[in-house]
């Protein structure tokens, strides 16, 4: 019998069914169960009743009335806890049939959303992007999951240009309703429904077009091979505070970028290996204080500017990089404490251009640097601290310019740098306690040209160099 009870509990009766024993066994069980606890309890009871009784003077016979009305009390007392036990249980597996219910409710939206996303019809495929971003609002257990689709569907290969194969019609406004989706969920960070906390990955995705104004991006941000081909696709005022933010190898070929008065908290930023090579991107306005990395990149003909931005305590990587076309615009931007590499740098034809720049406490560093065409220009810029160094570079044809520039405390040091061509000039600048040294540096042809300060030439050699001494602004009392 017991074998026979245990195979009928054991037996499957559903997936979410529990395993219960027969209605008759578990009665035989609760009445037994009952009838020796009112036992325990109604000896005790009478034990109690009968020492009380003992320590009267005189003494006197134990009621049995009272000894059967604390029993049935102490029984009613456990029977309605336990009744209240039952009730919890029961609505425990109620609410749990109410989620399970749901869940299955969820998945098949999903799997619907999901088919719509697939269909040869752009209007079919709308209907699934927003179906998928209620869906995402409805369901945080797998919000994430319904982002990796969206995002996904991004990656997904695209032709922009109707008139070439692979073209799909409608398709362009499908993407670029997810990308509006993705913004409208990343405006407010304490929404129940904001995206902001998640992860987006764009790796490889097209876009010729779409805005990300003013989005909020606290989770990990990929953009590795992405390419912004044409349109106009705009960050401005974005927030980027996650760990980390991705544009390596990205490929900024035609169109507009815009990263205007977008703010970079994160620790981590990298467009490692992206390639600048039409179009135009802008940082204007933009704040750095953390790590941003330019590694190996290629400016072949893009305009990129940072004019107003603000670079406060972080760091910024152009090492290795390739000038060779284009211009990358620093104007009136703001060094406060950072450090700006472009170590190993190449300028072959681009203008790189500080003009107005301050910088306060930072060091730009063009350390083993190759300029062999094209320019970079610091008029105008101030620097009440900190140090310029072209350490080691060589200067085969470049110009290099620091006209009207302001040095109040800082140094310019072209210490074992090579100077074969090109000119280096400091026409009208004013040093104030400033140095500018050519130690150890080969100045072997081309021009230096310097406005006063402080220079040092220890251990400089110079054959075939003109130095031109311009007008000198000199502070009262120097």
Same mark, same amino acid.
């Given at each position: 019998m017991a074998v026979s009870l245990r195979r009928k509990r054991e037996a499957p009766r559903g997936r979410y069914t529990p395993n219960l024993w027969p209605v008759w066994f578990v009665a035989l069980v609760a009445l037994i169960a009952a009838g020796a606890l009112g036992w325990?309890?109604?000896?005790?009871?009478?034990?109690?009743?009968?020492?009380?009784?003992?320590?009267?003077?005189?003494?006197?016979?134990?009621?049995?009335?009272?000894?059967?009305?604390?029993?049935?009390?102490?029984?009613?007392?456990?029977?309605?806890?336990?009744?209240?036990?039952?009730?919890?249980?029961?609505?425990?597996?109620?609410?749990? %049939?109410?989620?399970?219910? %749901?869940?299955?409710?969820?998945?098949?939206?999903?799997?619907?959303?999901?088919?719509?996303?697939?269909?040869?019809?752009?209007?079919?495929?709308?209907?699934?992007?927003?179906?998928?971003?209620?869906?995402?609002?409805?369901?945080?257990?797998?919000?994430?999951?319904?982002? %990796?689709?969206?995002?996904?569907?991004?990656?997904?290969?695209?032709?922009?240009?109707?008139?070439?194969?692979?073209?799909?019609?409608?398709?362009?406004?499908?993407?670029?309703?997810?990308?509006?989706?993705?913004?409208?969920?990343?405006?407010?960070?304490?929404?129940?429904?904001?995206?902001?906390?998640?992860?987006?990955?764009?790796?490889?995705?097209?876009?010729?077009?779409?805005?990300?104004?003013?989005?909020?991006?606290?989770?990990?941000?990929?953009?590795? %091979?992405?390419?912004?081909?044409?349109g106009t696709v705009s960050f401005s005022g974005a927030e980027f505070s996650g760990p980390t933010v991705y544009f390596v190898g990205a490929e900024f070929s035609g169109g507009t970028v815009y990263f205007a008065s977008a703010e970079f908290s994160s620790p981590n930023v990298y467009f490692d290996d992206a390639t600048f090579s039409s179009g135009d991107v802008y940082f204007d306005d933009a704040t750095f204080s953390g790590f941003v990395s330019f590694i190996d990149a290629t400016f072949s003909g893009s305009a990129v500017s940072f004019t107003g931005a603000t670079f406060s305590a972080g760091t910024v990587y152009f090492g290795d990089a390739t000038f060779s076309a284009g211009t990358v615009h620093f104007g009136v931007a703001t060094f406060s404490g950072s450090t700006v590499h472009f170590v190993d740098s190449t300028f072959s034809g681009s203008l790189v251009n500080f003009s107005g720049a301050t910088f306060s406490g930072s060091l730009v560093n063009f350390g083993d640097a190759e300029f062999s065409a094209g320019t970079v220009h610091f008029g105008d810029a101030t620097f009440s601290a900190g140090t310029v160094s072209f350490g080691d570079a060589t200067f085969s044809g470049s110009t290099v310019s620091f006209t009207s520039t302001t040095f109040s405390g800082s140094t310019v040091s072209f210490g074992d740098a090579t100077l074969s061509a090109g000119t280096v000039s400091f026409g009208d600048a004013t040093f104030s306690a400033g140095t500018v040294s050519f130690g150890g540096a080969t100045l072997s042809a081309g021009t230096v040209s310097f406005g006063g300060g402080t220079t040092g030439f220890a251990a400089a050699r110079f054959s075939g160099t003109t130095f031109e001494w311009g007008p000198l602004a000199v502070p009262a009392g120097a």
């Open positions: 325990v309890i109604y000896h005790y009871a009478y034990d109690h009743f009968a020492q009380a009784a003992a320590d009267q003077k005189p003494p006197k016979p134990v009621n049995i009335n009272d000894v059967l009305k604390a029993t049935v009390t102490a029984l009613t007392l456990i029977g309605a806890v336990l009744a209240g036990l039952y009730a919890y249980r029961k609505q425990l597996l109620a609410e749990g %049939d109410a989620h399970r219910a %749901d869940a299955s409710q969820l998945a098949d939206r999903y799997t619907t959303a999901a088919e719509q996303l697939g269909h040869d019809q752009a209007a079919v495929r709308l209907a699934g992007v927003y179906a998928l971003a209620r869906l995402a609002d409805d369901w945080a257990e797998q919000r994430q999951v319904c982002i %990796d689709v969206l995002c996904a569907y991004l990656r997904m290969p695209y032709e922009p240009d109707p008139s070439l194969p692979g073209h799909k019609e409608g398709e362009r406004e499908v993407r670029h309703t997810i990308i509006q989706v993705i913004r409208d969920h990343l405006q407010e960070p304490d929404a129940a429904t904001a995206w902001c906390l998640h992860d987006f990955n764009f790796t490889g995705a097209v876009f010729d077009g779409g805005t990300f104004d003013a989005s909020h991006f606290r989770g990990k941000i990929t953009f590795f %091979d992405a390419k912004f081909s044409s």
